[in-house]
């Protein structure tokens, strides 16, 4: 089979996290009783007068910014107009001239290298209201009809479905950690469009472009576009054309399925929207906006690595918003991050997972967390200690010491001492210890039991191993 190259372009609806809509007071809001979060604006109701939400317009500043775009700094709002039950006023308020955000980008790693995936624009608009199958009845819902959304449109850069799939990852952590949206795909918060086409060398022109509309997970725009190229190559291969379409993804078929053929290009008619004067973006409001805007992922991860957290950790840490805030108040400390890492992303993840809680809703403070980590590293405190009086450190207020002192914890950590405890235990065991010559791993481990049976859990596991191997050799 001939070998094709892909070209590929998604453009991706964001919700962003307000109060309230674009151009009403209604509740900006998820999961409510339906249409219980409207009014007359959100209805499309005649003779009714949208207000711009200035919210929306400095997340979108915010938005703009983390995604490396310009800003333009005047812009008016356009109608686009077309014909659907989910759309009352038969026109969406959008932008379609004046974008506030173009010519930006996002850096993903790939295969070792860094690669800039160049995006187009990035404008606001309004949502539509949500359509729900039954039957044969369509029911509509309002409560979404006016939600802010921000949509970014790459340019034709993407080559592959690994990197459509890395530039979604990286564009939901950036958006996210900026709080601009919650990026919840599963509940529609963000979405994406995928445009796939295929040609045999670079200097062809571009194939016949087919969308995917409205893909539901990242991991989902990864096997649309798989699906989508593998057709098309199918359909070239066959000697047969075909013209653009609009595809969605199949779950349950795993596979996409054809929605519409588009025959004619869409004529929306777009015009200024009347209604909405035009808005001025200052250097002031771009300034103001700016300084919200937290320590983003990247900046993070570089850190960690510098403060000498694993690259693993690191990446985990990241993943974890929470946990990755509460470890950047540690930051100006002088302590060791890599068993801060350790602590909070093995025990204490794991009961976080348990409880179904966040760190901070812990009694884990900033100072006791410390206190932790000293006593680690100095080995007053093992793993199979921590473990043992965990709950009490992340539910009590008491310092590290005075739960130590109430368990009756007290570790072995003078060597001689222990040594004395190794030398009899390797005598004890003489078949063992012929088993440890002749090469046998199950020997030491089976005399590390013994250690730390004798010792109660007392002995610190990495000098016991040192003065064992010593001992045994």
């Known amino acids: 089979m001939t070998n094709y190259i892909p070209t590929i372009g998604?453009?991706?609806h964001v919700e962003l996290k307000t109060k309230t809509k674009i151009f009403s007071s209604s509740l900006n809001g998820y999961g409510e009783m339906a249409n219980s979060l409207t009014n007359v604006v959100d209805l499309g109701y005649p003779g009714t007068l949208p207000t711009l939400n200035e919210e929306v317009v400095n997340l979108a500043i915010k938005a703009a910014t983390v995604l490396n775009?310009?800003?333009?700094?005047?812009?008016?709002?356009?109608?686009?107009?077309?014909?659907?039950?989910?759309?009352?006023?038969?026109?969406?308020?959008?932008?379609?001239?004046?974008?506030?955000?173009?010519?930006?980008?996002?850096?993903?790693?790939?295969?070792?290298?860094?690669?800039k995936i160049e995006i187009e624009e990035m404008h606001i608009e309004e949502d539509t209201c949500k359509s729900t199958h039954r039957g044969n009845k369509t029911l509509l819902d309002f409560n979404r009809a006016g939600v802010p959304l921000i949509e970014i449109v790459t340019k034709p850069c993407i080559t592959s479905s690994e990197e459509a799939k890395l530039y979604l990852e990286k564009l939901k952590e950036l958006l996210f950690y900026s709080d601009i949206s919650d990026c919840k795909m599963e509940e529609g918060s963000m979405r994406a469009d995928a445009n796939v086409s295929i040609r045999k060398n670079l200097s062809d022109p571009f194939g016949t472009k087919c969308e995917i509309k409205n893909i539901g997970s990242i991991s989902n725009v990864a096997l649309s576009i798989e699906k989508e190229i593998a057709r098309q190559i199918r359909l070239i291969e066959a000697g047969k054309t075909f013209k653009e379409e609009t595809r969605r993804y199949d779950?349950?078929?795993?596979?996409?399925?054809?929605?519409?053929?588009?025959?004619?290009?869409?004529?929306?008619?777009?015009?200024?929207?009347?209604?909405?004067?035009?808005?001025?973006?200052?250097?002031?409001?771009?300034?103001?906006?700016?300084?919200?805007?937290?320590?983003?992922?990247?900046?993070?991860?570089?850190?960690?690595?510098?403060?000498?957290?694993?690259?693993?950790?690191?990446?985990?840490l990241v993943q974890n918003k929470s946990l990755s805030d509460y470890f950047n108040t540690l930051l100006t400390e002088n302590t060791n991050f890599k068993i801060a890492s350790n602590l909070l992303l093995g025990d204490i993840s794991a009961y976080l997972n348990k409880q179904e809680k966040q760190i901070t809703q812990t009694t884990l403070t900033k100072e006791r967390f410390l206190e932790l980590i000293n006593k680690i590293e100095d080995d007053s405190l093992t793993s199979k200690n921590f473990k043992d009086i965990l709950d009490a450190i992340l539910e009590s207020t008491k310092s590290i010491e005075e739960i130590v002192t109430e368990k009756g914890i007290s570790n072995i950590i003078d060597d001689s001492a222990l040594r004395e405890i190794i030398?009899?235990?390797?005598?004890?065991?003489?078949?063992?210890?012929?088993?440890y010559k002749n090469g046998h791993d199950r020997a030491i481990k089976f005399f590390m039991g013994q250690v730390m049976k004798e010792t109660k859990g007392s002995a610190n596991p990495k000098l016991a191993m040192e003065i064992l191997k010593e001992e045994l050799n």
């Open 10 to 12: 998604i453009e991706v």
């Open 69 to 115: 775009c310009k800003i333009r700094r005047k812009m008016h709002f356009d109608r686009k107009n077309y014909f659907y039950p989910d759309n009352p006023k038969n026109y969406q308020i959008t932008q379609s001239r004046t974008p506030i955000g173009y010519d930006g980008y996002v850096e993903i790693n790939i295969n070792g290298t860094t690669k």
């Open 251 to 316: 779950d349950k078929l795993g596979d996409t399925v054809l929605m519409r053929v588009k025959e004619t290009g869409n004529d929306y008619r777009y015009f200024p929207e009347p209604d909405i004067p035009y808005l001025f973006i200052t250097d002031e409001m771009i300034k103001n906006v700016e300084e919200t805007i937290p320590m983003l992922p990247d900046e993070r991860r570089k850190i960690y690595l510098e403060k000498g957290v694993s690259e693993v950790n690191a990446n985990k």
């Open 423 to 435: 030398k009899k235990i390797i005598i004890d065991n003489p078949d063992s210890l012929a088993d």
